[in-house]
């Protein structure tokens, strides 16, 4: 790779000169794992090809959208349809309408939705909108999961439960952070002692149900039992950041499976982004009618944006839905996700290299740690220099991962059995070659 027929490298560049950092998102320049980030020209499928013409098997899938694959026929046509008909209109559509009514027949929990333009705004919105719905100003998240870059869930844990926690970005004034209480996940009695402490103060608690922010980690059935509990008993809102989970993990979202596990479990509200746009810039919240009636312009909670409810995204998102409501969709998915964790954890195993790792329908993670952890504090026990080099030798193999251990990865239908046996292949060389240091 010299830098004379790298056109990765020009690109970097001249990208750094014109945006910070040379990316429009943190996480894209490869700063955790050193290197060129790939600038990529055109997707198909389970590929991508970067500036030099160079094929990757892409497990990021946009972080989260691609569940049916790049470029998917179905999807474009539908896309280049709504295009010739205008690309906004600032007015109300017939296709907004047809979209809220897919997703509310998706999910039982919701009544009612509001479409937004990302998963931030979705998120920070939702967070709104229980505060005016219960008059309440504080909230809990717990430490590793992410729901957006909104001010007030920039925070990482203090040292202690009484103390408060400190922001994550420079720019964050720590009176922004008062109300934000920051607990360890799956940790039962934190939760339990802060119910105690607040339990009359608090509007809700935002959870990544599956989070997929601290790679994969799931949030326990007792956990999450408890968390319904506590909210309904306190009078908190239970919100399930679904922004990566939502159709992705089960067409019914994550919470379908916690609603296996546990009789009658919902979350009052819920986030949604990434597949609902389909790789459109779309996302949404929504729950019961008497929640949701909060927002302006029926209630007091002011929510709004010029191109909420675009008619090309909603277009893109109705036809990615249309895609995973055939049946069978899910457990081909699943079954396909499997065998790529479980090949992985076998290449590992032949080498000697610890690795354990998890996946639920087209969502996967993998730790190189003897066992998978529970919060993150536990994920941060991976070793960093390892990843790396597992990350750089796939990538000279040909097969793209997040460039940060910190990610959960992706499968969509379009990937192939040949797809998972070459990425398979691709990785028990590089354990062969980690298992030799
Ligand atoms: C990606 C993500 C977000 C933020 O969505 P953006 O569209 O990137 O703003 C929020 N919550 C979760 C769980 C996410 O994975």
């Known amino acids: 790779m010299t830098p004379n027929t790298d056109l990765n490298i020009a690109l970097f560049e001249r990208a750094q000169a014109l945006i910070p950092g040379g990316v429009n998102s943190p996480v894209r320049a ?6 060129t980030p790939r600038f990529i020209r055109r997707a198909q499928g389970a590929w991508l090809w970067d500036a030099n013409g160079q094929r ?5 899938g946009s972080w989260g959208p691609m569940i049916l694959g790049h470029a998917h026929p179905a999807v474009l046509e539908a896309v280049h349809q709504a295009a010739r008909d205008g690309l906004s209109f600032g007015a109300p559509t017939e296709r907004e309408l047809e979209l809220a009514e897919e997703i509310l027949g998706l999910l039982p929990s919701m009544e009612m939705i509001r479409l937004v333009s990302s998963g931030t705004e979705a998120a920070m919105s939702a967070i709104r909108l229980a505060r005016g719905a219960t008059g309440r100003s504080k909230f809990i998240k717990f430490e590793g999961c992410y729901h957006g870059h909104a001010d007030a869930l920039l925070v990482r844990a203090g040292s202690g439960l009484a103390t408060l926690g400190t922001a994550t970005s420079a720019g964050v004034p720590p009176e922004v952070l008062q109300h934000t209480l920051v607990l360890e996940y799956n940790a039962i009695e934190q939760l339990e002692q802060a119910f105690a402490l607040h339990g009359s103060e608090l509007a809700c608690l935002v959870i990544e149900p599956i989070a997929g922010n601290m790679n994969l980690v799931r949030a326990s059935v007792p956990f999450m039992r408890r968390c319904r509990e506590l909210c309904t008993q306190h009078g908190a809102l239970l919100v399930f950041d679904e922004v990566m989970t939502g159709f992705r993990v089960a067409l019914g979202g994550a919470q379908s499976l916690y609603a296996r596990e546990i009789p009658g479990f919902k979350p009052d509200l819920t986030v949604l982004g990434k597949v609902i746009g389909g790789g459109m810039p779309l996302a949404a919240f929504g729950g019961p009618r008497a929640i949701m009636e909060n927002l302006a312009p029926s209630g007091a909670v002011y929510q709004a944006g010029t191109l909420s409810g675009n008619p090309v995204a909603t277009a893109c998102g109705l036809a990615t839905l249309r895609q995973i409501k055939e049946p069978g969709f ?12 479980e090949g992985l954890e076998g290449a590992a195993a032949a080498e000697g290299v610890a690795l ?8 996967f993670g993998f730790f190189l740690l003897p066992e998978l952890p529970r919060n993150y504090a536990q994920v941060l026990r991976s070793d960093g220099a390892r990843f790396n080099r597992l990350f750089h030798g796939l990538l000279a193999r040909g097969v793209c991962i997040a460039p940060a251990l910190y990610e959960a990865g992706f499968v969509s239908a379009a990937h192939s059995a040949d797809d998972i046996a070459q990425t398979v292949a691709a990785a028990h060389e590089v354990f062969r070659e980690l298992s030799r240091q």
Do not use: N
């Open 30 to 35: 490869f700063r955790a794992v050193g290197g």
């Open 56 to 60: 990757f098997i892409d497990y990021i």
């Open 330 to 341: 899910f457990a081909a998915l699943a079954a396909r996700t499997r065998a790529l964790v």
């Open 356 to 363: 354990c790792a998890d996946s639920e329908g087209g969502m």
